[in-house]
């Protein structure tokens, strides 16, 4: 199982084929990042239909991977952009509309994105403000 958990430190489609069923193992195996695990099979006509829905699975998998990925990094901008706002409306007693209004314009100025202009601003170093 360790050269297993080593060859899935990148994500890929690990199938485990072995002669006993064990369920402790089974577990340990998918733990270490097996994606499929099957018990006894007989012919390869057998295992093609296996190897394409593992594949596909682990695609499907790879891809609400990614999604979740993506979804966590725009909530983390958007708490971001917003704590920049709230120090905003409470330091130069800006409303929500202007303290928005000011990030995007400092971004577009500086041709960055907005969480960065946020994220130097909660830094509260001007020379690091893109």
């Known amino acids: 199982l360790e ?8 994500p ?28 006894d099979i007989a012919t390869i006509a057998d295992i093609k239909p296996i ?14 991977e990614r999604r979740l990925a993506e979804a966590e990094s725009a909530l983390a901008e958007r708490r ?9 409306m409470q330091r130069d007693m800006m409303t929500e509309p202007a303290a928005h209004r000011f990030l995007q314009r400092r971004a577009m100025e500086r041709q960055v994105r907005v969480a960065e202009v946020a994220r130097a601003l909660l830094g509260d170093d001007e020379e690091k403000m893109p």
């Open 3 to 10: 050269q297993v958990r080593s060859a899935t430190a990148q």
């Open 51 to 64: 190897l394409r829905s593992a594949i596909a699975l682990f695609r499907r998998g790879a891809e609400r």
């Open 80 to 88: 971001l952009v917003d704590a920049a706002k709230r120090l905003l």
């Open 12 to 39: 890929a489609p690990v199938m485990l084929f072995v002669d006993e069923d064990d369920p402790n193992f089974m577990e340990e195996a998918i733990g270490a990042g097996v994606a499929s695990y099957h018990v």
